[in-house]
């Protein structure tokens, strides 16, 4: 069972948009930044959003993150079928001393 | 560039021991904390440990506490995870990672590709 909670799996049509929660405690969301990760099948997970809601570089604009007291939210918009994988969302624990991630929201683009 | 290759797995009885070793290379070791997390197969990603850019806070996941030991070696800019009495449930692909904050974040950019531990009799 995993600190942070996430909806197991997510849908929408290509073009359209979709959110993906994260929600946790004071301890982890509520006080600490939030980072997102992409993971395709068979291959490592990816920085998407890091400091709650900033971009790497290379990032497309079409990813986007909030937070709001102890929950996140990943955004996805112009849904692509390349954007098929599975996001993580992870913020440091300070109760724990520890990372803490969700368990995951595999995307399916219908 | 950045980059960060993991090494050290493999196949492993349960009760044995094995260490991993992670590379990093294309940035300064010292300024970064690092990390080290498993996802079992078909599962999610789960944390396993880190080690401050100080080379001397280190914290783990309290399951793993007494079994997994995580170092690092600043001469080589190589990380390392001494895995003790492995069990069954131990079987994951380890990833070493890079957390730009030090260590106490759970931001993590780059991942290497990852090592397979197998833990069976």
């Known amino acids: 069972q995993s600190v942070l909670t996430q909806p197991p799996s997510v849908s929408a049509a290509p073009r359209q948009k979709v959110t993906i929660s994260c929600s946790g405690s004071n301890s982890n969301i509520g006080n600490n930044y939030v980072s997102w990760y992409q993971q395709f099948p068979g291959t490592a997970p990816k920085l998407l959003i890091y400091?709650?809601?900033k971009r790497p570089s290379g990032i497309p604009d079409r990813f986007s993150g909030s937070k709001s007291g102890t929950s996140a939210t990943l955004g996805i918009t112009g849904l692509q079928t390349g954007d098929e994988a599975d996001y993580f969302c992870?913020?440091?624990?300070?109760?724990?001393?520890?990372?803490?991630f969700g368990g995951g929201t595999k995307l399916t683009v219908l | 560039q950045v980059r960060l290759v993991e090494s050290g797995g493999g196949v492993v009885r349960p009760g044995r021991s094995l260490r991993l070793s992670c590379a990093a290379s294309?940035?300064?070791?010292?300024?970064?904390?690092m990390h080290w997390i498993r996802q079992a197969p078909g599962k999610g990603l789960e944390w396993v440990a880190v080690?401050?850019?100080?080379?001397?806070?280190?914290f783990y996941a309290e399951a793993l506490k007494g079994r997994f030991i995580i170092s690092r070696d600043s001469s080589k800019s190589m990380v390392y995870l001494q895995m003790n009495s492995l069990r069954v449930e131990d079987t994951a692909v380890y990833y070493c990672?890079?957390?730009?904050?030090?260590?106490?974040?759970?931001?993590?950019?780059?991942w290497g590709q990852g090592t397979l531990v197998t833990v069976s009799s």
């Open positions: 400091d709650n809601n």
């Open positions: 992870a913020a440091w624990d300070a109760s724990l001393s520890a990372v803490a």
């Open positions: 294309g940035f300064s070791f010292d300024n970064y904390g």
């Open positions: 080690i401050w850019l100080d080379g001397k806070n280190k």
């Open positions: 990672a890079r957390d730009p904050r030090g260590g106490n974040s759970g931001e993590f950019d780059p």
